[in-house]
């Protein structure tokens, strides 16, 4: 077996200022980037820690107890964040997801959803206000968060069986733990609730069907997520990649499912549902979904920009550029400058990582100089 090359390359120096435009853009929702993609999805990333340390978003062997973490007065306040995000809604922004690292580490962070969930979109409708979790501190946080005005959830579990889980997250922590966690939110009121399986081939697809019959019939939609290259320390290689289409065939080979429609343009997700005896979607049943960003890129549509914890503007999960908008916020821009430099930078946007992957040999590996994941959130 090739020894697995990780490149120690800190991404997050690769930022440039975001410019002001000369020629101001208006903040009416109709923003579009050079694909004609409209802006729709902000994912807010409100810390780079985690206390899993997951092999393929944050490997232990370079997020070790040295690495040096962004000092807290690097990271933007609730009110910074709070202010670029009402420029983002205001350029046509409807959900907000809150990410990290793991977000629920971040003191507090009831306090930015309240702040977050006053916002309203340009038709005046609530956003659509999620976050994704380990699931490790949900069971204690659930309630609160719901009181604060978190609309839903997503949980990343990687398998049920305990000794596949570590494996996965390299940190000893309980699979009955997130169940609870799940349940917790459940009964909090947050919902739909998703769950988040990355699918490595050779360590976790034996779980597949054990997650499938476990989410079966309780209304939480599983979904299989396809190993990425994400970032430039995982060590990714194309055959530990099972591809979604084996993913659907192996849960057929016991369980029927049916296609279903997408539920809004943008979505990651290919949906399938549980089907009945006449191959009818079972409702009651539920369903799956699959996020092919390797073998069946959904570039087209991506309509989701990224916010890192210190303020960095990321235009794609694979970047190696971000655009610095913490120096206008702490710069005395105003608002209408902050929103001009964010339309600025989306116009510009010409991002399709997943589509052009295919055409540049997959395991060439280098993954050299792509910001990471638990930087920017998934
Ligand atoms: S690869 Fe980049 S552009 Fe393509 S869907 Fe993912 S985030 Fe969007």
């Not at 006053?118 to 976050?131: I, N």
């Not at 694979?318 to 710069?331: K, N, P």
């Not at 946007?349 to 100089?369: C, E, I, V």
């Amino acid at each position: 077996m090739a020894e697995r090359v990780i490149p120690l390359i800190d991404q997050r120096v690769a930022a440039r200022a975001a410019a002001v435009p000369a020629q101001a853009i208006a903040a009416d929702g109709l923003l579009v980037d050079t694909l004609g993609r409209p802006l729709r999805d902000l994912r807010i990333s409100v810390t780079d820690r985690c206390n899993f340390r997951c092999s393929y978003c944050m490997p232990k062997e370079v997020f070790g107890k040295d690495y040096p973490y962004l000092p807290h007065t690097d990271l933007l306040t609730f009110e910074e964040i709070t202010r670029i995000a009402r420029q983002f809604v205001a350029h046509g922004v409807r959900k907000i997801r809150l990410t990290g690292g793991e977000p629920l580490l971040r003191k507090n962070i009831e306090i930015l959803i309240e702040q977050l969930s006053a916002l309203r979109t340009v038709d005046g409708a609530a956003l659509d206000l999620t976050l994704t979790t380990n699931g490790s501190l949900l069971e204690r946080k659930a309630r609160a968060l719901k009181a604060a005005g978190l609309q839903r959830v997503t949980v990343s579990l990687d398998g049920l069986d305990d000794s596949v889980f570590r494996s996965m997250n390299d940190v000893d922590f309980p699979v009955a733990e997130v169940l609870d966690g799940i349940a917790a939110a459940r009964e909090a009121g947050l919902g739909p609730i998703k769950v988040n399986m990355v699918v490595k081939r050779g360590t976790n697809e034996h779980e597949i069907l054990p997650m499938a019959r476990h989410f079966r019939g309780t209304g939480i939609v599983l979904r299989f997520i396809e190993y990425m290259d994400v970032g430039a320390t995982n060590g990714w290689r194309m055959n530990e990649v099972m591809p979604s289409a084996d993913v659907v065939k192996h849960i057929r080979s016991e369980l029927p499912l049916v296609q279903l429609e997408h539920s809004a343009r943008g979505e990651t997700a290919e949906r399938w549902g549980y089907a009945d005896a006449q191959g009818k979607h079972d409702a009651a049943a539920g369903e799956i979904g699959v996020i092919s960003s390797v073998t069946q890129a959904f570039c087209g549509d991506c309509n989701r920009a990224r916010l890192s914890t210190e303020g960095r503007l990321y235009l794609c999960l694979f970047a190696t550029q971000g655009h610095d908008l913490r120096s206008l916020v702490r710069g005395n821009a105003s608002d209408e400058q902050l929103a001009s430099a964010i339309g600025h930078v989306w116009q510009g946007r010409s991002d399709r990582y997943s589509q052009l992957r295919s055409s540049m040999a997959p395991d060439s590996g280098t993954g050299a100089r792509r910001v990471e994941m638990s930087y920017i959130g998934g």
